[in-house]
């Protein structure tokens, strides 16, 4: 079959989703018959052809505020390319306009199947939040009911919603939407292993053989609190010889960055498109840290898992299903707390047991998330719903 991924969430400087397809391209190509295309915004109008591959990408402006993420609302161009390229099934993993075009294809061809994957909790990461600032708690819970309702009558007009983590498949079937089913997503194994620790980073960087170092990777906005992470580090004690390194893109890059400029312990680092070497910085830090409360799966979480890290983090969506209170692999407290998180951050460092810890952390991963295992199931759901 042609599988198409059609999505808004993709930028040229990574991102889950953008990892995600990615790596469903990589098995497509090497391991099914399928045929692949993607339909993203870009900064031009281009099609490129490769084997069973196309990637269309349609000329779209950045979203307000960001340099990251473009908004592709040229809804007839990408119905024109679906009526086009005629895949068999489209999966989307955003809300916004494209889902809606995707439903009218579907429409014009009753044949083909569309997929919502719900990669992004945007009532709670974006609308709440924008709608608290504006109009207060009480104007915040009612955007977030008005969101939550849109997301039941758009999810359950899907063929199938997929949740990638078992939090939020919950949260989709508390919203009445029926057709959830559950699809974590993996990792690359031999990538990301504590095989790739290389002391000689950690020397290059002045790092001392008693030092932690401690690690974030992913966008720096205010969904993501970097902000936060910075606050719970400068409240470690000083008795702890503690490093931050942050690495990504994003709005708040330049703001954080003339805040820790006078920090010689706190480094940020641009976004790291080599997965090698976004591996070899994860492997040879000590904990990983994160303060987002939204997750819907924690690509980067399970990737610091992979090779072999402990987390400290919060106890707010799916970060509990990556760090589960009974396997002892890291530490999450309340969100929006820097105390708690500080103090988290300084008990995993004095930990004289953080290694086992980050070994108990790699052996979840190898037994739980592989792409192999998460395309086996995506794929099996796609031939299931074309087979209805």
């Known amino acids: 079959m042609k599988i198409c991924d059609l999505t808004q969430s993709y930028a040229s400087t990574g991102g889950g989703v953008r990892t995600y397809i990615q790596a469903k391209r990589d098995q497509i190509v ?75 294809y579907r429409r014009r061809n009753p044949a083909v199947r569309v997929v919502g994957s719900y990669m992004t909790d945007v009532p709670n990461a974006y609308v709440r939040p924008i709608a608290e600032r504006v109009l207060g708690k009480r104007g915040g819970a009612r955007a977030l009911a008005l969101a939550d309702d849109y997301i039941r009558r758009l999810y359950s007009r899907f063929d199938a919603a997929v949740a990638i983590s078992p939090a939020f498949a919950r949260r989709l079937t508390e919203m009445g939407i029926e057709n959830v089913r ?113 997750e819907t799966f924690g690509l980067s979480v399970i990737e610091a898992q992979a090779c072999g890290l402990p987390v400290v983090g919060v106890a707010g969506g799916a970060m509990r299903d990556r760090v589960p209170a009974d396997l002892g692999v890291g530490l999450l407290g309340p969100v929006d707390s820097v105390d708690d998180l500080a103090r988290n951050m300084a008990e995993m460092a004095r930990d004289p047991e953080r290694v086992a810890v980050g070994r108990r952390a790699r052996a979840l991963v190898e037994s739980e998330f592989s792409w192999d295992r998460t395309f086996s199931s995506m794929f099996e759901l796609y031939a299931e719903i074309i087979g209805r």
């Open 30 to 104: 090497a391991k099914t018959d399928h045929e692949h295309l993607l339909i993203v915004p870009g900064p031009t109008d281009s099609v490129v052809r490769e084997g069973r591959t196309v990637t269309c990408t349609i000329k779209s402006p950045f979203v307000p505020g960001s340099r990251v993420y473009r908004l592709l609302l040229r809804s007839d161009k990408v119905l024109r390319i679906l009526e086009t390229e005629k895949p068999d099934l489209v999966e989307c993993q955003c809300t916004y306009n494209l889902p809606w075009t995707a439903l009218k």
């Open 182 to 294: 559950s699809v974590p997503l993996g990792v690359d194994l031999q990538t990301f292993s504590p095989a790739r620790r290389d002391p000689g980073l950690r020397r290059r960087r002045g790092i001392g053989d008693g030092d932690v170092l401690m690690i974030y990777c992913g966008r720096l906005d205010s969904e993501k609190r970097p902000g936060l992470l910075i606050d719970a580090f400068e409240h470690l004690p000083p008795d702890i010889a503690a490093n931050l390194v942050m690495i990504g893109e994003g709005p708040l890059r330049g703001e954080l960055t003339q805040r820790t400029a006078g920090n010689s312990r706190i480094r940020i680092l641009p976004y790291e498109q080599d997965r090698t070497e976004l591996a070899r910085q994860l492997a040879s830090s000590d904990i990983y840290v994160s303060a987002m409360p939204y």
